[in-house]
């Protein structure tokens, strides 16, 4: 790229910019920007993800091990797990059928639902939690009939799995939708022509061209329903052992100066999002051609 | 400005992309560097203008090395194969950037850069486009440009990129006339890479074929046309 | 004749996809945030306007704002040089640092939340050595700044990387032929051109740090008037069951996200205008 060629001969040059080229910064600003780069991210970042491991094994492995062996602790780890496994489906659902609808169809009010489906980035989680709230709460005229025909929604699971599905919601499609434009419809249409029935087309069509893209999506997704807090904090009412996630138990043990608990806790949180950053890593070095252009999240 | 360029070789790695070279260029002639792509004559055009330096040897500028001077002290006016204009400024913006990035000492005033910049505009007859964006632009016009952002930092030579080559048939022999006009009207030795054997022997004073890293034959077009001195000269401008 | 809704095509699945799509959309974004809306509408202008008129609102959703505004310009700064490091320079261990720029976004807020306050509180490693110049980070404004640079951190850097990569050599070349120095060229050919792309990852940073909760209630200390956030006062009003508070504040929190989502999309708008694509 722009490293250069330092030619080994013609020492008569008694310049010494001669031998850089015109694109290349001085070596000392490059030093320089290396430097700033590489320690900021280590404050920043590296830092507080060692934090977390040598905290949590303040008092040993054992004490922390213990820790996640207690009842409210596994159950927290059970929820968390049943949430993600409902949510990310969910959304890899949503996220096809929205592709598919946006790249493949021309109709009216694409740009709003375009960003209809991008709103969640740019709403609190908090703000999220409390809508949910507003709509199915025991308050409301909905959340009463449901809290009295016996399906609560707020301070219940459906709540959790619906303030993760809305702070997850653009993930897929937005990962889809580019890579589908880019393909265009050509394929599907010569799969159609020859006779195939549309299920077929999707699955020996589509799905291949979109698998890596999809699964990007789906591993964002799960990285960040696992971990929510914000929304969740507001429609899980918090019930120990019922209702407490990973990341709400977190927060009531640090809060209780349970620490070795909290940041044990925090640390196989850590070690989930550590395996899905790899995995994603690991797509983009591998299919990046078949990821989207502009890998933004 | 007469140019010399004495045994002049670059190595990128382990490959020679000149073995060594040498040329005289007289002051004012219209020079095409002609060959196939891998032939060197791109990396000979860039060794002149300061974009590479060569492994061993010298460029002489009116008989002063020039080999140790940066890009931006040659002041060569370069006009780049993807013309490579500032697709953020206008077509004023441009063309007057060089003027604007001198020094503070050498900058001209305000009012002479804009008189110069719309006398460059008339120039490549294009006078109308100063404030469009180089997106609103034809291939041509764009290339045309390019020729005036180079002309206006006052250069002491013209190096083109294979000015023609993202044109198509008949821009290309309009533009042809254009820079042969503005040659004879500045004056400027010009030298331009092309793989074009007719465009090279149309447009050229003095053609230099080269092939693999070697000067095969250096001529007039119709000496070059006559009386090829190798074998590769001769298959190259029948083909 | 009006254009039809949706125009004929052969491939099949319209109803479907449509249907799974906009049943979604209502369900998971419209309703909810219709549900607000309606709360909202139902507590009046007047009462809406009384719960944020107060001092210790404003002084959260103006500390909120601006906290997330210095946080978003640092980001937009160190974001810059991070994907020009990473694009143009070679050096041990960059492919980890490439990676570890997603970090941000892959934590859970929470855990980044008391990570830091671990790291910056005055008993921790880094806010120890802070409090020997008289520096207290965590419990004060600096330890929400540093909260939001957090999770703000990647949106810079991954918005920029890729225009980074695409700068075509010549254009920095055609610079230097020109006579420009290097620093001339970054000034005003090469930073000209991440410009867009930079003001959208800051866009996206803002907005993400206004409405940041997890990472940021640990290290606040969540003093009244001094360092507590507008979000929070949302979660405080839930748990003393005032919805009708918490709806306006919601509603006050709304709009300021709209209103960014707004700059973001003109800021699109205006660079593909300008330069013909973002």
């Known amino acids: 790229m722009s490293d250069a060629t330092i030619p080994q001969q013609g020492a008569r040059a008694n310049n010494p910019a001669r031998f850089r080229r015109a694109n290349d910064e001085s070596p000392l600003a490059r030093a320089i920007l290396i430097l700033l780069a590489v320690g900021g991210l280590g404050i920043l970042v590296f830092a507080p993800l060692a934090a977390v491991f040598t905290e949590a094994l303040k008092q040993g492995w054992a004490a922390a091990v213990a820790s996640l062996g207690s009842r409210d602790a596994q159950s927290a780890i059970r929820l968390t797990l049943t949430i993600t496994a409902i949510a990310v489906p969910l959304n890899a659902a949503f996220g096809i059928a929205a592709a598919w609808f946006i790249t493949k169809f021309d109709f009216r009010g694409k740009a709003f639902l375009i960003t209809l489906i991008d709103l969640p980035f740019s709403v609190s989680p908090v703000v999220a939690g409390l809508c949910i709230v507003l709509l199915f709460g025991a308050n409301s005229a909905l959340g009463g009939w449901l809290v009295a025909s016996g399906y609560p929604i707020v301070f219940a699971i459906p709540g959790i799995v619906l303030a993760t599905v809305f702070v997850t919601f653009p993930f897929v499609a937005r990962e889809l939708i580019p890579v589908m434009i880019e393909q265009g419809r050509a394929e599907e249409e010569a799969a159609l022509t020859l006779g195939a029935s549309g299920w077929r087309t999707f699955l020996t069509v589509t799905l291949p061209n979109i698998r890596w893209a999809l699964l990007y999506g789906t591993l964002l997704c799960t990285a960040r329903a696992m971990g929510e807090f914000g929304a969740v904090a507001v429609v899980s009412g918090k019930i120990r052992g019922q209702t407490a996630t990973m990341p709400i138990t977190i927060e009531m043990l640090y809060n209780e100066y349970l620490s070795v608990a909290a940041f044990s806790m925090a640390a196989l949180l850590t070690g989930f999002a550590l395996i899905t950053l790899t995995l994603k890593t690991a797509l983009e070095l591998r299919h990046a051609d078949q990821l989207a252009a502009t890998r933004r999240h | 400005m007469h140019i010399d360029i004495d045994d002049i070789s670059k190595e990128f790695g382990t490959t020679a992309a000149l073995t060594p070279v040498s040329l005289s260029i007289p002051s004012g002639a219209l020079v095409a560097l002609l060959g196939p792509s891998g032939s060197g004559k791109t990396t000979l055009l860039r060794i002149l203008g300061g974009l590479e330096f060569p492994t061993s040897g010298r460029v002489l500028f009116n008989g002063q090395d020039a080999t140790g001077l940066t890009v931006q002290q040659r002041r060569a006016g370069f006009v780049f194969q993807s013309y490579a204009l500032f697709r953020h400024m206008t077509v004023f913006d441009n063309i007057a950037y060089g003027l604007r990035a001198r020094p503070r000492k050498e900058r001209p005033p305000k009012a002479e850069i804009a008189r110069r910049v719309n006398k460059l505009l008339e120039l490549i007859q294009l006078p109308q486009i100063g404030d469009r964006y180089p997106s609103q632009l034809s291939g041509g016009q764009r290339q045309r440009v390019a020729l005036a952002r180079a002309l206006a930092i006052e250069p002491r030579m013209m190096l083109l990129d294979e000015p023609f080559g993202a044109l198509d048939a008949k821009v290309r022999k309009e533009l042809r006339q254009g820079l042969r006009d503005i040659h004879d009207e500045t004056g400027l030795t010009t030298i331009f890479v092309t793989h074009d054997q007719e465009e090279a022997m149309e447009l050229a004073d003095l053609v230099v074929v080269m092939s693999m890293g070697r000067i095969e034959q250096i001529g007039r077009p119709q000496d070059i046309r006559e009386k090829p001195a190798t074998e590769f000269v001769r298959d190259f401008i029948t083909t | 004749m009006a254009r039809p809704l949706v125009q004929r095509s052969a491939i099949p699945g319209l109803g479907l996809s449509a249907g799974i799509t906009l049943a979604m959309v209502s369900i998971v974004v419209l309703l909810p945030i219709g549900a607000l809306l309606v709360q909202g509408a139902n507590f009046g202008i007047a009462n809406n306007w009384a719960v944020v008129n107060r001092e210790r609102v404003w002084a959260a959703l103006f500390l909120s704002f601006r906290l997330s505004f210095y ?125 867009p792309a930079a003001l959208t990852g800051f866009a996206l940073a803002l907005a993400r740090a206004v409405g940041e909760y997890g990472s940021v209630i640990f290290i606040a200390g969540n003093i009244p008037l001094k360092t507590e956030i507008a979000p929070l006062l949302i979660v405080i009003q839930l748990e003393e069951f005032n919805y009708d508070a918490a709806g306006a504040i919601g509603i006050a929190m709304l709009v300021i996200s709209f209103a960014m989502l707004l700059s973001i999309n003109l800021i699109q708008i205006w660079s593909r205008r300008r330069i013909g694509h973002v």
Do not use: C
């Open chain 3, 71 to 195: 946080a978003a310009l640092f980001n937009l700064i160190f974001g810059v040089l991070l994907a020009w490091v990473l694009v143009r320079y070679r050096f041990p261990g960059k492919r980890l640092i490439d990676a570890a720029v997603d970090l941000p976004f892959a934590l859970p807020t929470a855990v980044a939340g008391i990570a830091l306050t671990a790291l910056y509180a005055p008993n921790g490693v880094l806010g120890g050595l802070a409090q020997d110049i008289g520096w207290k980070i965590a419990y004060t404004q600096w330890g929400i700044f540093l909260a939001l640079v957090f999770v703000g951190l990647p949106f810079v850097t991954r918005t920029v990387q890729p225009v980074v990569e695409e700068i075509e050599t010549e254009v920095e070349e055609a610079s230097a032929t020109l006579g420009a120095s290097r620093l001339h060229t970054l000034r005003h050919v090469i930073l000209p051109m991440l410009a």
